[in-house]
RNA sequence: GGGCGUUUAGCUCAGUUGGCUAGAGCACUGCCCUUACAAGGCAGGGGUCGGCGGUUCGAGUCCGUCAACGCCCACCA
């Protein structure tokens, strides 16, 4: 940046008082100032909310390079969830990011998202307004919905039930958007998009169609792990391990000759489901049994013992029974020993009501005291008969156990067989587990150890991505199905849409050569009847945002973006599926750098979730500390680092923000001008300047390595020095007259000017009202600060050190005697090297107005100060 | 069972390649209504840097080990 004066002149007409102005910088002209007598931070927030939007201060400008852009991936919040501290965290601490990167020259592409589709939402509308989705009910044009929760639940029609879901999300949108602004997110809010829109919804689509056509999405019928509640298949990656109460019941079946074998269970239900029993081949003990068969215990069925590494001779008695499907090793068992499928549990949940073919006369009437029972129930029952029987042995052994739940769930996962789509991750490949695992080494990881996490899930991946839901609110699965003469669905050459006409709901719209009559005829078609996981649309936030699929301008100067601010916890899905989907698609990350922000703890350093009633909804917080206090505490939270929510933390921000308010009245407080960087002569003033070209270098270097927390330390810790020390040291000489004064003028008003852009990536609101006092334009717009800046007008900034060092001295010696810092003091006895003394004397005239000291004395020797105060005997 | 992170003053946290008597803010105590600020200013007291062991002239910092807390993962019979 130069250093340029220009002559400007403005018109008062009140007092036809004709300012000439010199501005500091070449593009900002000053003006007249409008300094308030008694500045307030009360109303900033919804201020200049109003102006930045009327402005287009964050408007994004698409006339620029790619180079010239800096893209953020957004998070779009899921608007189903409640708020709480968390949503602001990590995206105040990105909004620095954006903020500091606009200033810096880039044109920043910050786009805002709403994640409205899925599960949360549907559970949410389900329970506000007492509806239940019935997609066998006719839709109901004249609905409308109930103004309470409706008790008991209305059931409704799929048509009707989305339409509820697009009211309510609409709704929560807006609640999202409020408090976004109200903490003055710097997104661009035309470039804004939700999961469920049409535009999404077709990006989407395409995606999926273009994994299928190379073959990295496929159908397959299979066991998958189901929610019986939202009676849908559910991913790996939302998976979540609870520790639950069970027992374990010793079980006997029986072998051909009568004698007893047992087994342990915590499933003892599953008997019926029993396909055989497994023990380790070289457990001696059971080693005679391979290859023979057992009896169950009530049903009496043949199971064949059977030897697989799995079995773990330490659990247990050491041998197992293989159920079709108890857990997860069943099914590993089950495929690799080829073993038959005894499903007896339904996909609601509850046991099948007709007695299984594979079980005998006695062994369905046993099973007619399970039919239509839900697991937990059954297992009652089944420890009963077993008891009365004598094949249970003892009590059952109480346990806690970790047991898998859909982690929006309520009951334990069972496992179903059933026909779903998947797309490649790498969990069944390792060519492609090992591509996308170097994916997560080039990408920066912000801190670098998150890196480790995303290696972790590769790593441990055990199948594709199960990417369709039994569900209604959602993008569908874009494909039907031809139906055979019998009108069997014929799943292997599914009818495919064409990529103009998405998107499609196959539920009403009729594949290309067929008619409506059809659907459902043999010899006619099905549409598919699910919708995709909500992760198979937000993976593809950046193409969506960006526009990947129609406006190829757009895509090219946005893609692949810089960064994906993002939370721990979905690394392993909202992260990592967006690398997959740009490797197959791109063939490259969608982004350079993740940066990931930590958890948000309560006060007591617990995780704050909604089961532990301890959520802090932010909006009430910043009415009451305000939005610059609130955004101080979240960027006072490292990043990566787990942060207690701290109301102390939140004041002190407030009393920054306050501290700015001060400071810069003082500072503009002395001439309705601006005075140019070469009236700027007086030692003490050059000094200050170049610790701020240290501080701005500071501040520098930690954004450009993603380090909010330390850009801020550095502009605050330098701040309040300024207006600690040199704003007392330099007061005389401002309210004084002639170059000594303009000096201080010239400084104060530089070093102010600089001050605030440093801090306008943090607090947003108070910079940008300061700014409006005596500057045109946004401080948002403005130019980083740089260190050339000033360089000139820099000198020594050991000077103010070793000046502030002194008075601290006397300061010490005034509180130790009790009396005001305004007691004169008749001789100050400076003791230092002469290289100190030296740098003293240069500010000597400042210091002693500032310690009211009539005269200072120095002598060589150790640094040492003496204050003979003019009052004080002592 | 495996991995990652955290552990420094009563509280929340800095302490970047090992280096002067370990820092900040809050809280606490004392003083000061000083013409930017009393929703303020100035000053002060307060810590065996989680435990143990090691490397080194020197360790909050490096290595080993243990512990607590948090998170992630694991085939949970």
Known sequence: MRWAASTVGTCDRASTHVAITLSILLEQTSMTRNVPNKPSLDGLEAKWDERWEEAGTYRFDRSKKRDEIFAIDTPPPTVSGSLHMGSVFGYVQTDTHARYRRMAGKEVFYPMGWDDNGLPTERRVQNYYGVSCDPGLPYDSDFNPPEETHDPVISISRRNFIELCHLLTQEDEKIFELLWRTLGLSVDWKQSYATIDAHSQRTSQKMFLRNLARGEAYSQEAPVLWDVDFQSAVAQAELEDREKGGAYHKIAFHKPDGEPIYIETSRPELICSCVALVAHAEDERYQPLFGSTVSSPLF?????????????????????????????????????LELPTRAVIQHNGRFQS?????????????????????????RRKMAELLAESGDLDGEPKQIMHQVKFYEKGDRPLEIVTSRQWYIRNGGRDDDLRKELLIRGENLDWIPDFMGIRYQHWVDGLNGDWLISRQRFFGVPIPLWYRLDETGAIEYESPLIPNEDDLPIDPSSHVPIGFKESQRGQPGGFAGDPDIMDTWATSSLTPQIAGHWDNDPDLWERVFPMDIRPQGPEIIRTWLFSSTVRAHFEHGVLPWQTATINGWILDPDRKKMSKSKDNVVTPLPLIEEYGSEAVRYWACN???????????????????????????????????????????????????????????????????????????????EKSFWAWTDDYLELVKTRAYGEGPTATSAHAALQLALSVYLRLFAPFLPFVTEEVWSWWRDGSVHRAAWPSADEFARAASDSRVLESVSNVLGSVRRAKSDAKVSMRAEVNRLYVTGS???????????????????????LYSDGEFSVESELADSSS
């Open 300 to 336: 009496g069925v043949e199971v064949p013992v059977v030897a697989h590494e799995l079995a773990d001779p330490e659990k247990g008695t050491g041998v197992a029974m293989i159920c079709t499907f108890g857990d997860t090793t069943d099914v590993t068992w089950w495929r690799e």
């Open 354 to 378: 007709e007695p299984p073919e594979w079980l005998s006369k006695d062994g369905a009437d046993v099973y007619a005291e399970l039919a239509g029972l839900f697991p937990n129930q059954a």
């Open 637 to 715: 939270g490292r990043p990566g680092v787990d942060t207690a929510l701290d109301y102390g933390v939140m004041k002190i921000g407030r009393r920054l923000a306050i501290k700015l308010l001060n400071g810069a009245r003082f500072a503009l407080g002395f001439s309705d001008s601006d005075v140019d960087v070469s009236a700027i002569t007086e030692p003490l003033d050059r000094s200050m300047l170049a610790g701020l070209a240290e501080t701005v270098d500071r501040a520098t270097n930690a954004f450009e390595a993603y380090d909010y927390t330390r850009a801020l330390e550095a502009a």
């Open 834 to 856: 002469a290289e100190e003394v030296e740098l003293i004397q240069q500010g000597a005239g400042d210091l002693r107005e500032a310690a009211r000291a009539t005269e200072i």
